[in-house]
């Protein structure tokens, strides 16, 4: 059964930048599409970055040329840069593997808090 940590929220200031980590393990990393996800407080869970096996990223229009995602296939890890953040960036940040070949599962990690405030 795989496994998704998440780690590297907290509080930071509007502008600031905060970098998130996702840690798999008991996976083959390199056949899943890696994506973030974002929950605010009252709202539903939403999309903001995807990075497929090719490497091929998406993100949503509100976090594009702010945010970069990333992977390291080696380190089983993939990457949230967050940059300029906003206070509507305020969310629990989710980590998921949705696999590229059949016969394999997704799965959610348990999320981080970001916080953007003064």
């Known amino acids: 059964q795989g496994q998704l940590v998440e780690s590297g929220g907290g509080l930071v200031q509007p502008g600031g930048s905060l970098t998130l980590s996702c840690v798999a393990s008991?996976?083959?990393?390199?056949?899943?599409?890696m994506a973030w996800y974002r929950q605010a407080p009252g709202k539903q869970r939403e999309s903001v970055a995807t990075?497929?096996?090719?490497?091929?990223?998406n993100y949503a229009d509100s976090v594009k040329g702010r945010f970069t995602i990333s992977r390291d296939d080696a380190a089983n890890t993939v990457y949230l840069r967050m940059n300029s953040v906003k206070p509507e960036d305020t969310a629990v940040y989710y980590c998921?593997?949705?696999?590229?070949?059949?016969?394999?599962?997704?799965?959610w990690g348990q999320g981080t808090q970001v916080t953007v405030s003064f």
């Open positions: 998921h593997a949705n696999p590229a070949v059949v016969g394999y599962a997704a799965f």
């Open positions: 990075i497929r096996t090719s490497g091929t990223v």
């Open positions: 008991g996976i083959s990393f390199r056949i899943y599409h």
